[in-house]
């Protein structure tokens, strides 16, 4: 599967940003989906997922309640809502995918390109 990362730009402390990963190549809606993020000098780490079928979602501790991660098996796009982002959110955001949700938060089989987020305080 292909992943298309988009929607990353500068965004204000406090603001709202919406990023998009648009899927293609097989059944979307028989891939768990994730996003991670990478700041400058630090390990890639684990933002948020949600199963194949949107029932589950998961989130690290420090977006939970700001972050939403929603998807559209139709539009075959994964989306993550950022409600008042903090200057530390500021990175590198990746989707990525795998058949399970287990190993896309541990080590997914399919990753994005990327796009950078940057939020001023």
């Not at 204000?12 to 648009?22: E, H, I, N, T, Y």
């Not at 972050?67 to 098996?73: L, M, P, V």
């Not at 959110?89 to 541990?106: K, W």
Request: hydrophobic letters at 35%.
């Amino acid at each position: 599967v292909q992943l298309q990362a988009s929607g990353g730009g500068l965004v204000q402390a406090g603001g709202s940003l919406r990023l998009s990963c648009a899927a293609s190549g097989r059944t979307f809606s028989g891939y768990s989906m994730a996003w991670f993020r990478q700041a400058p000098g630090k390990e890639r780490e684990f933002v948020a997922a949600i199963s194949w079928s949107g029932s589950s979602t998961y989130y690290a501790d420090s977006v939970k309640g700001r972050f939403t991660i929603a998807r559209d098996n139709a539009k075959n796009t994964v989306y993550l809502q950022m409600n008042s982002p903090k200057p530390e959110d500021t990175a590198v955001y990746y989707c990525a995918a795998d058949q399970r949700l287990s190993t896309v938060i541990s080590g997914a089989h399919y990753w994005g390109q990327g796009t950078q987020v940057t939020v001023s305080s």
